[in-house]
């Protein structure tokens, strides 16, 4: 492995570390209400292709966090239900294997809905400015 390589790990493990999710909230905490709350659908999209991407939806209020993946059928689109009238942050974190990328943006809303994830390019050493 060439000294090049190794400092490439060193970089995406320190990045990774940076965005441990118990700096997120609490993880999973009955994916935020219980069944009654009434929900709507979060598609949120991501439009560059080949990023290690990894995706949360936090709810301040109450210090939680789910983790959100890519559906089956389309590896950029990523789903979840949410509550409605409730005030979330989307959050997203990736690389391309030597260039980073985040997202930050609070949303709130009362019908399905999509968003598209317009992912900047950032220093890894700026993560903590996200959470």
Same mark, same amino acid.
């Given at each position: 492995?060439?000294e090049?390589?190794?400092? $490439?790990?060193e970089?995406? !493990?320190?990045?990774?570390? $940076?965005?441990?999710? =118990?700096?997120?909230?609490w993880?999973?905490?009955?994916r @935020?209400?219980?069944?009654? $709350?009434?929900? $709507?659908?979060?598609?949120l999209?991501?439009?560059?292709?080949?990023?290690?991407l990894?995706?949360?939806? =936090?709810?301040?209020?109450?210090?939680?966090?789910?983790?959100? @993946?890519?559906?089956?059928?389309?590896?950029?689109?990523?789903s979840?239900?949410?509550?409605v009238?409730?005030?979330?942050?989307?959050?997203?974190?990736?690389?391309?294997?030597?260039?980073?990328?985040?997202f930050?943006?609070p949303?709130e809303? !009362?019908?399905?809905?999509?968003?598209?994830?317009?992912?900047?390019?950032?220093?890894? !050493?700026?993560? !903590?400015?996200?959470?």
């Amino acid at each position: 492995m060439t000294e090049e390589q190794r400092n $490439a790990i060193e970089l995406r !493990e320190k990045f990774y570390d $940076a965005i441990s999710l =118990n700096k997120l909230g609490w993880i999973n905490i009955d994916r @935020f209400y219980p069944e009654i $709350a009434e929900r $709507a659908r979060l598609e949120l999209r991501n439009k560059l292709k080949n990023l290690d991407l990894r995706v949360f939806i =936090n709810d301040p209020a109450t210090n939680t966090v789910v983790s959100v @993946f890519p559906t089956a059928q389309n590896r950029e689109l990523y789903s979840e239900n949410i509550p409605v009238n409730k005030a979330l942050v989307v959050l997203a974190f990736g690389h391309d294997g030597e260039d980073f990328y985040a997202f930050k943006k609070p949303v709130e809303i !009362e019908n399905d809905e999509e968003l598209n994830m317009d992912l900047e390019k950032i220093d890894p !050493e700026d993560i !903590e400015k996200y959470f």
